[in-house]
């Protein structure tokens, strides 16, 4: 009994361990590199030992499409923050001109476009 526990024991930690090896590798875009190394080093031992200048050439080029991948990603955030950056400092210009011009902040709202309008109307405050 003792060795069953002990089997199945092990069986349940390493299968927690691939588990967590796969959404780490899922969180920073390196699941294909994932499973290229655990194939590589399982089902393809003997073809990797025979062709290993190729076998490391596949794995660098994957991980070279993780890291583009990467900086595309973080291009794209930025691009973003420096979107809404704008779109922020637009809207805090809009709501000071309308201060300047006596108009109450409760009466009007933003669209979708980050034009000001009035409640009632819907015409774009200019």
Do not use: C
């Not at 201060?99 to 000001?116: A, C, K």
């Amino acid at each position: 009994m003792p060795i069953t526990v002990m089997i199945s024991l092990v069986v349940t930690v390493a299968l927690f361990l691939i588990s967590l090896m796969f959404r780490i590798a899922a969180r920073l875009n390196l699941t294909l590199p994932l499973l290229y190394v655990l194939a590589v080093s399982t089902i393809l031992n003997s073809w990797t030992a025979s062709h290993e200048k190729l076998a490391f050439s596949i794995l660098y080029l994957l991980t070279a499409f993780s890291v583009l991948s990467w900086i595309s990603a973080l291009r794209h955030k930025w691009q973003e923050h420096q979107y809404y950056k704008a779109m922020k400092d637009e809207i805090s210009f809009q709501i000071s001109r309308a201060r300047q011009s006596g108009i109450p902040l409760d009466s009007v709202h933003f669209d979708s476009q980050g034009n000001m309008r009035y409640h009632n109307s819907g015409d774009i405050i200019e």
